[in-house]
C-alpha cells in the first residue's frame, strides 16, 4: 500500500550547520505534504508544508523540495540550533473519505554544540 | 489559545481490560482524529470524526472504536487490551476535514 518513508534514522550536525533531511514517498498521486517536529513527550508539530504544483516552499529557516519524478521530498534547517534536535517525519495525505494523514518512521536529529 | 488537550496523560492497564481516552479539541474545531504511535515508529491513523460522525478509518481491528459529542470533544476506546496496544494516542483537530491538524500531547498506554 502507500507508504512515506525517510532515508535515515539519525542524523548529527554541529550548531550552526545546516541539515538536510529526506523523505520517499510512493503514491503518485499524492498531492499534499507536511514537516512535522516531535520533542520528546510531545505530540508532533507542523513546520511546513507543500502542495504538488509547487516543488519548493520557504518558511523561516526552513525550505521544503519537492520533486515529483523521483517522488522525494526534503527538508532544509539553516543554521541548526540545540532546540532543533527532534525526531522529525514527514506525512502524505490520503483523502478517502476523510483525510488521513501517512507518516513515515522519522529521522532522529541531534545537534551538538 | 488553549490546544489539543488530552486526558489522561499516562495509562497502566493489563491485558483484556478496557481503555478510554479524552480528547478537548482546539476551540472552533469540528474535527479530530486519532493516530497511534507505537515507540520508533511514526503515527498510525485510526479515526477521523467530523461533526459527530466517522469520516475515515485506519487499518485497525474492531476493538477499537470512537465517538464525537455535540461540543466536539472525542473519546477512543479500546476493547480487550493486547500487549501490542502500548503505544502513544496522539488526537488531532482540525476546522474540518480538509484543513491542518493540530496535534495534542498524547495519552502513554501501556498494557502488562
Known amino acids: 500500500g502507500e507508504s512515506v518513508g525517510l532515508h535515515l534514522p539519525t542524523l548529527s550536525v554541529q550548531e550552526g550547520d545546516n541539515s538536510i533531511i529526506n523523505c520517499a514517498y510512493s503514491?503518485?498521486?499524492?498531492?499534499?505534504f507536511i514537516w512535522y517536529k516531535q520533542e520528546s513527550g510531545k505530540g508532533p508539530q507542523f513546520i511546513i508544508d507543500?502542495?504538488?504544483?509547487?516543488d519548493k516552499r520557504q518558511g523561516q529557516r526552513v525550505t521544503v523540495l519537492l520533486n515529483k519524478t523521483v517522488k522525494h521530498l526534503s527538508l532544509q534547517i539553516a543554521a541548526t540550533q540545540p532546540g532543533d534536535s527532534a525526531v522529525y517525519f514527514c506525512?502524505?495525505?490520503?483523502?478517502?473519505?476523510?483525510?488521513?494523514?501517512?507518516f513515515g518512521k522519522g529521522t532522529t536529529l541531534s545537534v551538538s554544540s | 489559545d488553549a490546544g489539543v488537550t488530552q486526558s489522561p496523560t499516562h495509562l497502566i492497564k493489563t491485558r483484556g481490560q478496557h481503555v478510554t481516552l479524552r480528547c478537548s479539541p482546539i476551540?472552533?474545531?469540528?474535527?479530530v482524529s486519532w493516530y497511534q504511535q507505537v515507540l520508533g515508529q511514526g503515527p498510525q491513523f485510526i479515526f477521523q470524526?467530523?461533526?459527530?460522525?466517522?469520516?475515515g478509518r485506519g487499518n485497525f481491528p474492531d476493538r477499537f472504536s470512537a465517538r464525537q459529542f455535540p461540543n466536539y470533544s472525542s473519546e477512543l476506546n479500546v476493547n480487550a487490551l493486547l500487549l501490542g496496544d502500548s503505544a502513544l494516542y496522539l488526537c488531532?483537530?482540525?476546522?474540518?476535514?480538509?484543513?491542518?491538524?493540530?496535534f495534542g500531547p498524547g495519552t502513554r498506554l501501556t498494557v502488562l
Open positions: 488531532a483537530s482540525s476546522l474540518d476535514t480538509q484543513n491542518e491538524q493540530f
Open positions: 503514491n503518485s498521486a499524492s498531492d499534499y
Open positions: 507543500i502542495r504538488s504544483n509547487m
Open positions: 506525512a502524505e495525505e490520503y483523502n478517502q473519505a476523510g483525510t488521513a494523514l501517512i
Open positions: 476551540s472552533g474545531h469540528k474535527s
Open positions: 470524526y467530523y461533526e459527530k460522525e466517522e469520516r
